[in-house]
C-alpha cells in the first residue's frame, strides 16, 4: 500500500477544542446516512493534518449508547473530500519539522466501508493504538536524551574555564554520571516495554511506565545538557537549544504525564 511505500501521508485526529485527555467527551459526529457516513466537528492540534492523504477521524456516532466508552467508532478520511478543511499551526515551541493542523469537518461525506473495524468500538482501539505508539514515543525520549548527553559531553571536553577543561571539574562528571544514568534505566525499560509489543505481549502498565519516564528524563536530561553549554546553549548556534525546545511536548501528547499514571 501507498502507506508503507512512503507514498502516502496520513495521521490520527482525536483531540478536540473541548476533549483532549478526556476522549470520550469527543463530540465530533459521524451519522449513517443511507450508504455514507457524514461526518461534522473540529479536531486540533492534529499531527499532518494538512499534509496528510487521509486520516482517521474518531468520531460519536453512537451517542445514545448507554455506555460512554461504546459511543465513538474511528473512520478513514481522505483529505480531498469536500468539506474537509486543515489550517497549518504555527509558531509550535519545537518539533517545527513536523506539520500540526487544526481540522473542521463540514458535512464530510465518506462511504460507510470507511468505517475501521466495529462500530461503537472507537475508545478500545484508540487505547490499543495508544499501547504501541506511546512505546514510540518512550523511544524518541530515550534517543532524545542520549543525544543531549552527546552534545554535552561534546562541549565540556572542549570549552575551558579556570584554566581548564570544564570536563575537568568533578561537579561536571557527576552530572554526566547522573544523566547516563538516568538514561540507562530508561533505555532498559523502554526495550522491555517495545519487546513487549513486538512479541505480541503488549503490556498497557509497562509501555504507560516507559513513555512517563522516557519523556521525564528527556526533559531533565536536556535541561542539564544546556545547562552545561551555559550561555551558549541558550542561542540557537547550538543544537541543543533545539533539542531543549523539542522534549517537552512527549510529556504532552499521545497522554500527558499525568494520565500515564
Ligand atoms: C505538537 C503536538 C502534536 C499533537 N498531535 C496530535 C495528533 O496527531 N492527534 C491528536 O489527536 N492530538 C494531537 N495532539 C494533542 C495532544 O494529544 C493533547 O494536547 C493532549 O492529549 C492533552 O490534551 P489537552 O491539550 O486538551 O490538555 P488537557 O486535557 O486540557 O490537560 C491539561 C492539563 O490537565 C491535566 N489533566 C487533565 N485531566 C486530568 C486528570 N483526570 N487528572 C490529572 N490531570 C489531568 C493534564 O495532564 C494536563 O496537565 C498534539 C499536541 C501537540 C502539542
Known amino acids: 500500500p501507498p502507506l508503507t511505500q512512503g507514498k502516502a ?9 473541548d476533549a483532549g485527555s478526556d476522549t470520550l467527551s469527543a463530540s465530533t459526529t459521524a451519522v449513517l446516512s443511507g450508504d455514507e457516513y457524514v461526518i461534522n466537528g473540529n479536531k486540533v492540534m492534529i499531527g499532518n493534518g494538512s499534509i496528510a492523504d487521509f486520516l482517521l477521524i474518531y468520531c460519536l456516532t453512537d451517542p445514545e449508547e448507554a455506555s460512554k466508552s461504546l459511543r465513538h467508532s474511528v473512520l478513514v478520511v481522505e483529505t480531498d473530500r469536500e468539506g474537509y478543511e486543515a489550517n497549518k499551526i504555527e509558531g509550535k515551541m519545537g518539533l517545527r519539522a513536523s506539520d500540526t493542523a487544526n481540522i473542521f469537518l463540514s458535512d464530510v461525506k465518506v462511504p460507510k466501508e470507511n468505517l475501521v473495524g466495529k462500530r461503537g468500538q472507537g475508545f478500545f482501539q484508540l487505547m490499543q493504538f495508544f499501547d504501541r505508539s506511546r512505546a514510540y ?3 524518541h525520549g530515550v534517543g532524545l536524551a542520549q543525544g543531549a548527553l552527546d552534545l554535552a559531553i561534546k562541549h565540556v571536553k572542549t570549552r575551558e574555564q579556570f584554566g581548564q577543561k570544564i570536563a575537568a ?32 505481549k503488549t503490556h498497557t502498565k509497562t509501555v504507560a511506565m516507559a513513555k512517563w519516564s522516557a519523556a521525564r528524563t528527556a526533559v531533565e536530561v536536556v535541561d542539564e545538557a544546556l545547562q552545561l553549554h551555559g550561555g551558549y546553549g541558550y542561542i540557537n548556534d547550538h543544537d541543543i537549544e533545539r533539542f531543549y525546545r523539542a522534549a517537552k511536548v512527549l510529556e504532552i501528547y ?6 500515564e499514571k
Not at 9 to 17: K, R, V
Not at 171 to 177: D, N, V
Open 169 to 200: 571539574f568533578q561537579a561536571t562528571q557527576f552530572k554526566i554520571a547522573e544523566m547516563s544514568t538516568k538514561i540507562e534505566l530508561v533505555r532498559t525499560l523502554t526495550h522491555k516495554a517495545c519487546w513487549m509489543v513486538d512479541h505480541g
Open 137 to 139: 514515543v518512550a523511544a
Open 254 to 259: 499521545e497522554g500527558t504525564k499525568e494520565i
Open 9 to 17: 501521508i496520513m495521521g490520527f485526529a482525536i483531540t478536540e477544542p
